[in-house]
């Protein structure tokens, strides 16, 4: 990519009870900031994936469960983050992506910031985030209309916007969490964002 080309976004597609997609969040905006790309964040149901695409998740499978329950805390004590395992895990987080994306419709600077404290409760505190009272909590807390973000939750065009962006997904090759596309280029797991640095420092000179 030259100088004169339009550098393309950063698009971050996760489930909030997505402990690999937790750990992505801690970093993909501070990897964006330092090469000047926009991260634009996409909440999805990674259950509407699977039953699409035959696969299920880790917690179900087990010995992959069991490994993901010694691997997701020894990597998030290595990059900073904290962490809980909550219980119950994992759980539908319908609410929660909802919420998100009539945020961002309507107060969009906060759509992102209200993303990272749902996962900020939800694995750095082990609160549970399933129900849509748990997190009008947390969108009161910054701030944010509790009555209104009940009622809208609840409408059939918000709940028409996650399966949309799911399906999307999906007709994009999205098959997990966290999943991250940069002018085509897939990048999948939070092991691999050293490859996305490595990436959008292609041609940058030390």
């Known amino acids: 990519m030259n100088g004169t080309e339009q550098k393309g976004d950063i698009e971050f597609y ?28 996409h909440p999805i149901m990674l259950g509407a994936i699977f039953k699409q695409t035959g696969n ?11 490994y993901m329950r010694m691997d997701v805390p020894r ?30 419709d309507h107060d969009a600077d906060k759509a992102v910031p209200f993303a990272k404290a749902v996962y900020h409760h939800y694995f750095g505190k082990g609160v549970d ?28 065009d918000v709940k028409q916007r996650v399966k949309d962006k799911t399906g999307e997904a999906m007709d994009l090759g999205v098959f997990g969490s966290p999943y991250f596309l940069i002018e085509g280029e897939p990048f999948f797991g939070s092991d691999r964002m050293w490859q996305i640095e490595r990436f959008l420092g292609k041609g940058k000179t030390a």
């Open 75 to 104: 990597l998030a004590e290595m990059m900073g983050a904290p962490f809980t395992w909550p219980e119950p895990f994992p759980i539908s987080t319908l609410a929660a992506a909802r919420a998100y994306y009539w945020l961002l």
């Open 14 to 41: 996760f489930d909030f009870s997505s402990p690999y997609g937790y750990l992505a969040a801690q970093k993909i905006d501070a990897i964006g900031e330092r090469y000047g790309r926009h991260v634009n964040w």
């Open 129 to 156: 985030i399933s129900d849509i009272q748990d997190v009008v909590l947390i969108a009161e807390e910054m701030g944010i209309d509790g009555a209104a973000l009940t009622d809208a939750v609840t409408r059939d």
């Open 56 to 66: 299920s998740a880790n917690a179900d499978i087990g010995l992959k469960g069991d």
